[in-house]
């Protein structure tokens, strides 16, 4: 099993441009988030799906979009990017849906908006 | 609003000696708390997790306390190595967290470095 992964790797974008980032896991697992990590700082919660078929905003979702594609892919889009919006973007997958869930995460994605 | 916090934002250890790393939490509401390994260049490794109802949890190397008086979580790693070296973040989650269950948050971090 490849676990959960990650493209693309690294990206830099100019202000304005917009990409989606995208997520995958071979798990099965039913829930799946996306965070961002910024120098010095924890990891945030940007979105997450529950299910398959359901997104939630979590603690900064301003900037962004999701859209659970199927049980295996979520994918975050950036419409029109910002350098506020450059930092490392991790997904993670939970087996199920409730709290009591170890999280497994991708390897990031390094962004760099200019 | 509630966070979790680290006492140290580093904390240098000889190898074979043994690693204590602090956490501090802020909502008495929390119910879980997983503990982190990030190496450089990855995504954070889960390590040991422990619930509320439990005050001990033990892994291979690694120990969870946790003091639900004084709000305070450590991670001990026995006999440190090497490889050990990296960032450990804990984390913490409670019930319905904003309406959603399973939203995980993380501390700022706790680098460990190993020194041979």
């Known amino acids: 099993n490849a676990g959960v992964t990650q493209t693309p790797k690294f990206q830099v974008l100019k202000t304005g441009q917009s990409m989606t980032l995208q997520c995958a896991q071979d798990?099965?697992?039913?829930?799946m988030y996306w965070y961002r990590q910024d120098p010095g700082m924890g990891l945030r919660l940007i979105y997450y799906?529950?299910?398959?078929?359901?997104?939630d905003k979590g603690e900064v979702p301003n900037g962004y979009n999701v859209s659970r594609l199927n049980k295996r892919e979520f994918s975050l889009r950036l419409e029109s990017a910002a350098p506020s919006q450059t930092s490392v973007y991790f997904c993670?997958?939970?087996?199920?849906?409730?709290?009591?869930?170890?999280?497994?995460f991708g390897p990031g994605t390094r962004l760099t908006v200019l | 609003g509630e966070s979790v916090g680290l006492h140290l934002p580093t904390l240098s250890v000889q190898e074979g000696d043994n690693s204590i790393i602090n956490c501090a939490y802020s909502?008495?509401?929390?119910?879980?708390f997983i503990w982190y390994k990030q190496e450089s260049g990855k995504g954070p490794q889960f390590i040991i997790d422990?619930?509320?109802?439990?005050d001990k949890r033990q892994g291979q190397r690694v120990t969870v306390l946790l003091n639900k008086t004084v709000k305070h979580l450590s991670l001990q790693i026995a006999a440190t190595q090497p490889g050990d070296s990296a960032v450990y973040f804990c984390?913490?989650?409670?019930?319905?967290?904003?309406?959603?269950?399973?939203?995980?948050?993380f501390g700022k971090g706790t680098k460990l470095s190993v020194k041979p």
């Open positions: 993670a997958s939970t087996p199920g849906r409730g709290v009591y869930n170890e999280q497994f």
């Open positions: 798990m099965n697992h039913n829930s």
């Open positions: 799906s529950a299910s398959e078929g359901t997104t």
């Open positions: 909502n008495s509401a929390s119910d879980y």
């Open positions: 422990i619930r509320s109802n439990m």
């Open positions: 984390a913490e989650t409670f019930g319905n967290y904003g309406g959603s269950q399973g939203n995980l948050i």
